[in-house]
Structure formats: structure tokens, C-alpha cells
């Protein structure tokens, strides 16, 4: 038995393996030929490339969903923009509106007193430029605050979808690369 064992390791040091015809067991390029198409004829015996385009064509699935989510999302923030330009803008006409009775009501006043006329008139427009500009403020915060938030919530789920693929991704380079080592 301790003979046979010789004999095969003997059989099988590097200078036996590259000798002779290419078309030999005995020739190691040969051996690996044959042992790398088996190889391939059993991964696709298996279905592997089926399973590997089915798993893309899931992933482009869901990346195409995810896209058709954001642009909905993002539909759905110009829509919240412009109905707070038209509450803006309604603001403003009704500033507008302010102002031309406060007007009004100061030429009523005028027979009474002019000096309490200009005061009036000068505390109303006052008012309501305060008014004007704390209602623009208020809507410029609520825009960016609904956009801030869809746009954080869109980012942080395409994020988190790619996070998990990217280390899937780093995984399995950092195998081939071991076993890339371990064979050389």
C-alpha cells in the first residue's frame, strides 16, 4: 500500500504533469481543460444562467418600480408646491383686499380727523405687510419642509434597497479574490 502511495505521488509532481501529448491525462492543462468544461456543463445543467437573468430581470423589475415610486413622489411634491403658491397668492389678495378697506375706511374716517386717518392707515399697511410676509414665510417653510421630507423618505428607500445589493456586491468579490489566492 506504501508503495502505490509513493508510486502516485510520484505520478503526480509537477514534472510528470506537463509531459507529454496535450490530448493526455497526464498532461495537467489537459486535466484542467476537461475538469473546467464539466464544470460549465454542470452549471448549466443546473440552470444557472436562468437563475442568474431571472434574478436580474427582478432586479431591474423592482429598480423600475422604484423609479415610477420617485417620480410619483415627485409629482405629488409640485402638486403640494403650487397648491402653496395659489394659498400665496390668495394671501396676497387678501392683503390686497386689507389694504384697499383699509383705504376705504379711512376716507369714511377722513371727515372725522386727518391726523387720526394717517395713523390708521399707516398701522393697517404695517399690519398687513407683516401679514403678507409672515403668510409667504410660513408657506416658503411648509414648501421646503414637504420637500425636504418626500425627498429624505424617496432617498433614504433607494438607499437602503442599494445598500444591501452593494454589500452583496463587496461579498462576493471578497470571495472570488480568497479563492483567487487559495488556487494560485
Known amino acids: 500500500m506504501r508503495k502505490l502511495t509513493v508510486l502516485f505521488a510520484l505520478l503526480a509532481s509537477p514534472a510528470m504533469a506537463a509531459s507529454g501529448p496535450f490530448f493526455s491525462l497526464q498532461n495537467t492543462n489537459f486535466v484542467v481543460l476537461i475538469a473546467f468544461l464539466v464544470f460549465l456543463g454542470i452549471l448549466v445543467y443546473m440552470g444557472v444562467p436562468k437563475k442568474l437573468t431571472g434574478m436580474l430581470d427582478a432586479r431591474a423589475v423592482q429598480i423600475k418600480a422604484e423609479l415610477e ?17 395659489r394659498k400665496q397668492k390668495d394671501v396676497a389678495e387678501q392683503a390686497e383686499r386689507i389694504v384697499s378697506s383699509a383705504k376705504e375706511e379711512a376716507m369714511a374716517a377722513a371727515a372725522q380727523a386727518k ?7 399707516a398701522r393697517r399697511l404695517k399690519a398687513a405687510e407683516e401679514q403678507i410676509a409672515s403668510a409667504e414665510a410660513g408657506a416658503v417653510r411648509q414648501v421646503r419642509e414637504q420637500a425636504i421630507s418626500v425627498a429624505i423618505a424617496a432617498a433614504g428607500d433607494i438607499l437602503s434597497k442599494q445598500m444591501t445589493a452593494d454589500g452583496a456586491k463587496a461579498s ?5 479574490e480568497q ?5 494560485h
Do not use: C, F, N, Q
Open 115 to 121: 391726523a387720526d386717518l394717517k395713523d390708521s392707515i
Open 69 to 85: 415610486e420617485a417620480r410619483a413622489l415627485r409629482e405629488e411634491a409640485k402638486t403640494i408646491l403650487a397648491s402653496y403658491e
Open 179 to 183: 479563492v483567487g489566492a487559495k488556487l
Open 172 to 176: 462576493i468579490d471578497d470571495a472570488i
